[in-house]
């Protein structure tokens, strides 16, 4: 599978915005996407194109007055907190946001977008449809678990905001093209025990190492859209979830056994960041991991 490019846009200011983010996934290692939180003064942007697929989410607790031409058509919108707007690449764009008020972007390069696709069915020719001051709740949860991994620093490392991003682009796919896809696989199948073993070798194997979803599906050569699905279905537990479980149970051993620093522990175990680590195993333990490592 192609290695893609970091996608960010906090190098460098956008002609469509006059600030830059308030919150950004630069480090997050994602590739393909990203999300950026902005909190935003009134302004009028002219008219440009975005080279990634582009989701906007309105922020905050009051709808903003807003006015958008798309194709040469003008709209006022008064877009409610958690409305959407979905512009794909390379169409021409411009607004004029009359408030200050948050907002949050989350963007896909076109051939991240297109292999995500690719992988879970045949289609020639992708073609998205733009949306304007658009309700959509999966999107918005989306929106809103992404932006609390990256306030949180990744505390699981990179497969959540990766498998986030997947079914996401899956979920834009199938509601807001102009060809909507069957889904060849049958998803109701489970993963046989063979399979299954295969991989928990790989992931204790590589376990201080940021796995990827993609490295994790490459595995049994299956495509991420789907590799997350029957995962689920035969474990009942998403990748993330399962290799987050393994690496708090590798740390645990680690403290237990062995004289190694909360840091040390964390690298050991695939988290490169003391205080992610320590929230995350909390989170999971329930007790900070020095205050696990003397109470046994």
Not at 172 to 185: G, I, N, T
Not at 272 to 288: D, I, P
């Amino acid at each position: 599978m192609d290695v893609l490019p970091l996608v960010d846009l906090t190098k460098h200011t956008h002609p469509a915005l006059s600030d830059r983010p308030i919150l950004s996934s630069q480090r997050s290692g994602w590739r393909g996407v990203f999300f950026n939180h902005y909190d935003h003064p009134a302004h009028e942007s002219p008219e440009h194109q975005w080279m990634q697929h582009i989701i906007g989410i309105t922020g905050g607790r009051h709808p903003v007055k807003s006015e958008h031409r798309l194709a040469n058509q003008l709209k006022t919108c008064y877009c409610q907190p958690g409305g959407i707007l979905f512009l794909p690449a390379e169409v021409r764009y411009s607004s004029h946001w009359q408030q200050a008020g948050e907002f949050s972007l989350i963007g896909f390069s076109p051939k991240f977008f297109e292999q995500i696709v690719n992988e879970s069915t045949q289609v020639k020719h992708i073609e998205l449809i733009p949306q304007l001051d658009l309700i959509d709740p999966f999107v918005q949860q989306v929106g809103l678990a992404l932006k609390a991994d990256v306030e949180a620093e990744h505390p699981a490392g990179r497969m959540f905001g990766e498998s986030l991003a997947t079914g996401l682009i899956i979920h834009l796919f199938k509601h807001y093209s102009v060809w909507r896809p069957q889904l060849s696989c049958d998803l109701a199948g489970r993963l046989p025990e063979y399979q299954l073993r295969k991989l928990f070798d790989y992931i204790h194997a590589h376990l201080s190492q940021d796995i990827t979803l993609s490295e994790m599906a490459g595995v049994l050569n299956l495509s991420q859209y789907y590799f997350c699905r029957l995962f689920k279905q035969s474990t009942g537990v998403t990748p993330h979830q399962y290799l987050t479980r393994c690496r708090i149970n590798q740390a645990k051993q680690l403290l237990l056994k062995t004289e190694l620093t909360i840091t040390e522990i964390a690298f050991e175990v695939g988290l490169t960041n003391h205080s992610s680590f320590t929230r995350l195993f909390r989170q999971y333990v329930g007790v900070t991991p020095k205050a696990f490592r003397v109470s046994q």
